[in-house]
């Protein structure tokens, strides 16, 4: 029975087998399907007797050969993502240390690499003195604590287009906001939020005796990558004295890259940026980011003081991320995103995400080439959409039998009441043999 304090021998056996597993796992993604459709069947009960690390790290490889393969080149569906390496190796240091990095007297130097992870993100997305923010879970939980921070009255009204991440009305049903609260904008003919109609929404609103408070603009939604006027509704939202939020979770990190910074002006107005670094930065899952113009007005939604916090000081230039979000207990979460851009550069990541960039465009006009599909709209970041021109049925079908195949892994969305593909790229390990091989695919169904 190994002891709950393993000796310097029975640690590194331990790392050893750890090692061997992840390198195995990693070298073999190229090879893997995309989605197998397999049920697993595997024994995971708990029971009291011990069991070797080998024994178990079989049922752990099966387990994960189940499923839809997230870390995999040829995962072109939903949002993906990467699960670089080398922040899973900074995860099995920040976990192995398990210090308590919410509040700054408790462990100022790791305080300190996450708060240098949240400047740099503000910087890139030319933000003021004063602007900060706070590393979350992900984009859920970002938007939920900026709609917290940014709501004023109990019967306060929101702005959304029909193609926001449904996160933002959950965020307003945690908040304490009835569904009628969130108030959809339609979009003009490239999906995307239309200024003038959000400005007619919140007149009438007024007139109405409701209180609007903020309006949600999206950098890169999820159906479809198209990016929101950002700087029109940030205009709009000065106009009106609103809270201007931005969803940058699925197309934030292409900030890095001269066409995101030139696609998304205006977002430096934003007085709210959610960013998940588990996607455009090819992180593993578990790390989003929420960025605020002032840290101040987190501190009002969510400092709060007890008496058994009397003994931790304060530590110049450094927060109290206890103070900005509504976590107090969590793991430590900026080496998992700082050591990855100290190890391979920043610049590793803008070329990667130009790649992705890139990419999507080659895959639109390769299916462009291919007779009875329909594409509506360019890609405007990393997604393209696309469906079969004899309708619906023929679209589902189509789409049935590539997920029937397992290579690739494609989801399907439905706009304007019509039944889609979409192929998503983002994960670092996706280059051009992957996204042509997915087409070729595509056109031999097709």
Same mark, same amino acid.
């Given at each position: 029975m190994?002891?709950?304090?393993?000796?310097?021998?029975?640690?590194?056996?331990?790392?050893?087998?750890?090692?061997?597993?992840?390198?195995?796992?990693?070298?073999?993604?190229?090879?893997?399907?995309?989605?197998?459709?397999?049920?697993?069947?595997?024994?995971?009960s708990i029971t009291d007797d011990a069991r070797p690390l080998g024994e178990l790290l079989d049922t752990v490889g099966a387990a994960a050969a189940v499923g839809v393969e997230t870390a995999g080149p040829r995962y072109l569906g939903y949002i993906p993502a990467g699960g670089l390496v080398t922040s899973a190796i900074a995860g099995l240091l920040t976990l192995t240390m398990n210090r308590f990095g919410t509040v700054a007297d408790m462990a100022p130097g790791l305080v300190a690499i996450e708060e240098s992870v949240l400047r740099w993100l503000c910087a890139e997305f030319g933000l003021p003195a004063g602007s900060g923010g706070v590393l979350t879970s992900g984009g859920s939980l970002a938007t939920l604590t900026a709609v917290v921070a940014a709501r004023r009255t109990p019967d306060g009204t929101l702005y959304v287009s029909e193609h926001t991440?449904?996160? /933002?009305?959950?965020? @307003?049903?945690? $908040?304490? #906001?009835?569904?009628?609260?969130?108030?959809?904008?339609? *979009? !003009?003919?490239?999906?995307?939020?239309?200024?003038?109609?959000?400005?007619?929404?919140?007149?009438?609103?007024?007139?109405?005796?409701?209180?609007?408070f903020l309006i949600a603009g999206t950098a890169g939604t999820t159906d479809t990558g198209? /990016?929101?006027?950002? @700087?029109?509704? $940030?205009? #709009?939202?000065?106009?009106?004295?609103?809270?201007?939020? *931005? !969803?940058g979770a699925y197309g934030g990190a292409f900030q890095l890259t001269e066409r995101g910074r030139a696609r998304f002006a205006g977002i430096e107005q934003a007085d709210s940026i959610t960013l998940d670094p588990h996607k455009g930065l090819f992180l593993p899952y578990g790390?989003?980011?929420?960025?605020?113009?002032?840290?101040?007005?987190?501190?009002?939604?969510?400092?709060r003081q007890a008496a058994y916090y009397q003994d931790l000081g304060r530590r110049e230039g450094l927060p109290d991320y206890a103070h900005r979000g509504l976590e107090l207990t969590r793991e430590h979460r900026g080496l998992a995103v700082w050591l990855p851009l100290r190890l391979h550069g920043v610049q590793s990541f803008r070329d990667a995400l130009d790649e992705k960039l890139d990419l999507a465009w080659r895959a639109y006009e390769e299916l462009l080439h291919i007779p009875g599909l329909d594409l509506p709209w360019p890609p405007q970041l990393s997604t393209v959409v696309f469906r079969a021109s004899a309708g619906d049925e023929a679209t589902?079908?189509?789409?049935?039998?590539?997920?029937?195949?397992?290579?690739?892994?494609?989801?399907?969305?439905?706009?304007?009441?019509?039944?889609?593909?979409?192929?998503?790229?983002?994960?670092?390990?996706?280059?051009?043999?992957?996204?042509l091989g997915a087409v070729e695919e595509i056109r031999s169904l097709s």
């Open positions: 190994l002891p709950l304090e393993p000796s310097d021998a029975e640690l590194r056996e331990l790392g050893t087998a750890a090692l061997d597993f992840v390198t195995s796992f990693v070298t073999g993604l190229p090879d893997r399907p995309a989605h197998d459709p397999t049920a697993f069947d595997g024994d995971v991440h449904v996160c /933002v009305a959950k965020a @307003a049903s945690i $908040a304490g #906001l009835p569904s009628e609260s969130v108030r959809v904008v339609p *979009v !003009d003919d490239e999906l995307r939020m239309d200024p003038l109609a959000a400005a007619r929404m919140i007149a009438e609103d007024r007139r109405r005796g409701l209180v609007p198209a /990016v929101d006027p950002l @700087a029109e509704l $940030a205009d #709009l939202a000065r106009r009106e004295n609103l809270w201007f939020h *931005v !969803d790390i989003g980011a929420l960025l605020v113009r002032d840290t101040a007005t987190l501190d009002r939604a969510y400092h589902e079908r189509l789409f049935d039998e590539i997920r029937a195949r397992g290579r690739y892994l494609l989801t399907s969305t439905r706009i304007r009441g019509r039944f889609f593909i979409r192929l998503c790229v983002l994960s670092h390990r996706t280059h051009a043999e992957h996204v």
